[in-house]
């Protein structure tokens, strides 16, 4: 990246870790879930930047993916144990972060394992780190706590316009002999579960995030109000994933109705809301680095 695309991505960090410090006040018994995500959206937004997807709030075993659609009425139970993961970019330009807040003392421990975990990998990566060694670093730190970390999910190398792009960073060691490179930005985030959980997330029936390829879309085959709403979805997200609650700016009658059935053509990608197969309490902790020659720096 240029001088110019780096003064923008650290812009974005500087606004997500401003919004992140934020949401801790947020997370609290009886709160609506849509009312947390909305409020760190509209934060993320009086910063100066735009949301690079739907803020998540996943609680309990509900490990990634969920962001309340438009007449979600969902409320923190009470020891809930809430993530919220959140994602900024300028132009295009993209950071991602979250963390884990805990309504009980019996699942902090989890949150102080993933914490601790991406410490850990946050201090190992530099230039030429091997991806498997970063995941060994991971696993190690949460196994010494005595919890388990999720083995199917990971996280991701980031570039402009595109959230998951290129490499994963593994949260278990295996044997991915591929290197970071100087100049790279990623995000690293753990999950964590107890002991006696299978380790691994399964697909919800459920989907509340989507994203659109405008490429992928048959344009000459659409109805005028699908072809419409298509437009709308390209022009403001930009291959970005989004939210049906962020279609109610369009000036398309009925967006949710229209969005419902290019999703049931598939014409739109959904993202399975992920839970824990055996429905044990999951925490995550995340921050998007950039790589250097000899550490990182944590842009969030």
């Keep these: ?16 870790a401003r919004v992140k410090e934020r949401i801790y006040s947020l997370v609290k018994e009886g709160v609506k879930l849509v009312e947390v995500c909305e409020a760190v959206e509209m934060m993320i937004e009086s910063e100066g930047g735009k949301p690079a997807f739907p803020c998540n709030v996943c609680v309990d075993e509900v490990a990634a993916h969920y962001s309340p659609l438009p007449d979600d009425q969902s409320t923190i139970p009470p020891n ?9 970019h300028i132009d295009g330009y993209i950071v991602d972060t979250a963390i884990s807040v805990s309504l009980s003392k019996e699942k902090q421990p989890l949150v102080a394992a993933a914490e601790e975990a991406l410490r850990a990998a946050v201090k190992f ?12 670093v991971i696993q190690s730190t949460i196994q010494k706590a005595g919890f388990k970390p999720i083995k199917n999910l990971t996280g991701h190398e980031i570039s402009r316009y595109n959230l998951h792009g290129g490499a994963s ?16 930005v990623y995000a690293i985030e753990p999950f964590v579960s107890f002991a006696n959980a299978a380790g691994e997330v399964v697909n919800a029936d459920a989907s509340t995030i989507f994203r659109l390829d405008v490429k992928k879309v048959p344009m000459a085959k659409l109805k ?7 437009e709308y979805i390209d022009e403001n997200f930009k291959g ?12 398309v009658p009925d967006p949710l109705g229209i969005h419902e059935r290019l999703v049931k053509t598939g014409r739109i990608h959904k993202y399975p809301v992920l839970v824990e197969k055996r429905r044990q309490p999951v925490a995550q902790a995340e921050c998007t680095v950039y790589v250097e020659e000899n550490g990182c720096r944590v842009l969030t």
Aim: glycine share 8%; aromatic share 4%.
């Design 1 to 16: 990246m240029n001088e110019e695309a780096l003064d923008l991505l650290f812009q974005a960090g500087r606004i997500a």
């Design 80 to 88: 809930a144990l809430v993530k919220v993961d959140l994602g900024v």
């Design 125 to 136: 990566i530099k230039a030429g780190t091997r991806l498997g060694e970063i995941g060994a």
């Design 169 to 184: 960073i593994p949260n278990i060691a295996i044997p991915d002999i591929r290197r970071v490179a100087k100049g790279a």
């Design 224 to 230: 005028l109000d699908e072809k419409a709403l298509v």
């Design 240 to 251: 970005l994933p989004y939210s049906p609650r962020w279609l109610r700016a369009s000036k």
